[in-house]
């Protein structure tokens, strides 16, 4: 592609786009709509940290794209500062931040405290932080199950003791908290707050709202919002799959050189989506996690419901006459774990009755042809 080419691109892109950053994911809106309730609820429980005083650990849940995270971060960068107050805070991605060592560091870091990325122990880590903190702070754990299931709960347990500390839990799996002991459960003494998926109306007042700030006057199509909406509304309600649907169909009418965003420009968009992010994903997993992806497969191909136990069992029937690696109970259960923070599958620990323990049930996030044509060139 040569320099004029270019410029021909950066000129249609004016031509639709207005403020394109106003599309991004991290984007926090100057009034978030639909979510006053859960704004007023968060305030309620965390007021206390405005007056240098530790609050009640909070946990928030909902499914993706409910507006925790924005919510969260909107009630800490426009409207604690509104108020002339502080709150001397850290925010934490568990997905990326998946080990306690990793998450004491970056608080610390948030804190303005250096502290080495390795070299030393956890112990060091969580006693750096007891003599950094001289005032209640707030530690908001963004996908805090996701940190659950990689490493345990030590770490919720030891920031529920420490008299300085303020947890939120962030997370779209509420079922994770039946993986804490009963200890840390006890300490944490937790405040809980659903955020309900958004409906089709709502998510396209959402959009509309971003595209009066990201796009020139004129250029969307009538049915291109209700178009977006009613896509993500089959992802349970999912706003940020549905500007990030918004967002794409825009490019793909500035590569088209379109001086409109159109229904077709939403309809290669959402084939677009559908199809890269999530073959490209099990494609590329290592192949012991694809030899357990492949029995999902042949187990959800003859029945509804699976459990953990069920994926043992039906790996050590076929492993011998498919050449499949030897591994453990604790290793399969480990690779569903990271599955799980993959978006290709959920968990859920249930009860089987009194006396008799609990079992895991798995549940697929993707479809069935997905994962086939993820898997099909495995075993070729």
């Known amino acids: 592609m040569d320099i004029e080419e270019l410029i021909k691109i950066e000129k249609a892109k004016k031509k639709i786009f207005k403020d394109e950053s106003v599309l991004d994911i991290n984007y926090v809106p100057e009034k978030p709509l639909f979510r006053e309730n859960e704004l007023k609820l968060i305030y309620l429980e965390l007021s206390p940290l405005l007056d240098g005083i530790r609050a009640t650990n909070l946990f928030i849940y909902g499914v993706t794209g409910s507006g925790k995270t924005m919510i969260m971060k909107y009630f800490l960068e426009k409207v604690v500062p509104q108020l002339g107050k502080e709150i001397n805070y850290s925010y934490v991605n568990c997905r990326e931040m998946k080990t306690e060592y990793k998450v004491i560091r970056s608080v610390l870091l948030d804190l303005n405290v250096p502290f080495p990325k390795t070299g030393l122990s956890?112990?060091?880590?969580y006693e750096k932080l007891k003599k950094a903190l001289k005032s209640p702070v707030l530690v908001v754990?963004?996908?805090?199950?996701?940190?659950?299931?990689?490493?345990?709960?030590?770490?919720?347990?030891?920031?529920?003791r420490n008299d300085k500390v303020t947890i939120v839990g962030i997370s779209n799996d509420p079922t994770f908290i039946d993986l804490?002991?009963?200890?840390?459960?006890?300490?944490?003494?937790?405040?809980?707050?659903?955020?309900?998926?958004?409906?089709?109306?709502?998510?396209?007042?959402?959009?509309?709202?971003?595209?009066?700030?990201?796009?020139?006057?004129?250029?969307l199509d009538d049915d291109v919002i209700p178009l977006c909406a009613a896509f993500a509304m089959n992802y349970?309600?999912?706003?940020?799959k549905a500007v990030e649907l918004l967002h794409l169909s825009g490019k793909i009418a500035v590569m088209e050189g379109s001086d409109i965003v159109s229904a077709d420009h939403v309809k290669k968009a959402m084939k677009e989506l559908e199809r890269s992010s999530i073959l490209d994903l099990i494609r590329s997993l290592p192949n012991t996690q694809?030899?357990?992806?492949?029995?999902?497969?042949?187990?959800?191909?003859?029945?509804?419901?699976?459990?953990?136990?069920?994926?043992?069992?039906?790996?050590?029937?076929?492993?011998?006459?498919?050449?499949?690696?030897?591994?453990?109970?604790k290793t399969i259960s480990r690779i569903l774990n990271e599955l799980e923070t993959y978006g290709i599958l959920s968990g859920r620990v249930v009860g089987r009755g009194r006396g008799k323990g609990v079992s895991k049930t798995i549940a697929l996030k993707v479809s069935l042809d997905t994962l086939k044509r993820g898997c099909e060139d495995f075993l070729t």
Do not use: H, M, W
């Open 290 to 329: 694809k030899c357990v992806l492949y029995v999902l497969l042949k187990l959800f191909e003859r029945q509804k419901i699976v459990t953990l136990n069920d994926v043992v069992k039906a790996y050590e029937l076929v492993k011998d006459k498919l050449g499949f690696p030897d591994v453990s109970y």
């Open 236 to 240: 349970y309600g999912d706003a940020r």
């Open 141 to 160: 754990l963004d996908e805090v199950d996701i940190l659950v299931k990689n490493a345990g709960d030590d770490l919720l347990y030891n920031f529920s």
């Open 122 to 125: 956890t112990s060091d880590a």
């Open 180 to 219: 804490l002991d009963a200890r840390t459960l006890s300490s944490l003494k937790r405040k809980e707050i659903v955020f309900r998926p958004y409906n089709a109306i709502q998510l396209q007042e959402i959009l509309r709202q971003r595209a009066v700030l990201a796009f020139n006057e004129g250029v």
